[in-house]
Nanobody
Framework: QVQLVESGGGLVQAGSSLRLSCTAS????????MGWFRQAPGKEREFVAL????????SVADSVKGRFAISRDIAKDTVYLQMNSLKPEDTAVYYC???????????????WGQGTQVTVSS
């Protein structure tokens, strides 16, 4: 069954904002944390941000710190990635993942979404 569903990607100009959403269902809702990763063509997958359900503890990659913010809505089982001041180098497929705090920070996960494309034009 469907576990993680992302939405909110699209094509925007540099300097714009986008908000990605990831809704968890089924067993994915029992994972203690949710996170975002991204992968650009020809590049390795990159950690972006994560948040814990219980205390909203967060970790954000240095490459996006100050521009991206992660939040969660427990009632909706949904995590958001607010992306501001987007740059062309932010272009990638963004994936949602569920797991534990340390695991996600290392790139390990229990559940993985299908991804949503974010394209930033210059």
């Amino acid at each position: 069954q469907v576990q993680l569903v992302e939405s909110g990607g699209g094509l925007v100009q540099a300097g714009s904002s986008l908000r990605l959403s990831c809704t968890a269902s089924g067993r994915a809702t029992s994972s203690p944390a949710m996170g975002w990763f991204r992968q650009a063509p020809g590049k390795e997958r990159e950690f972006v941000a994560l948040i814990t359900w219980a205390f909203a503890s967060t970790s954000v990659a240095d490459s996006v710190k100050g521009r991206f913010a992660i939040s969660r809505d427990i009632a909706k089982d949904t995590v958001y990635l607010q992306m501001n001041s987007l740059k062309p180098e932010d272009t990638a497929v963004y994936y949602c993942a569920a797991g534990d705090f340390r695991g996600l920070r290392r790139g390990s996960y229990d559940y993985w979404g299908q991804g949503t494309q974010v394209t930033v034009s210059s």
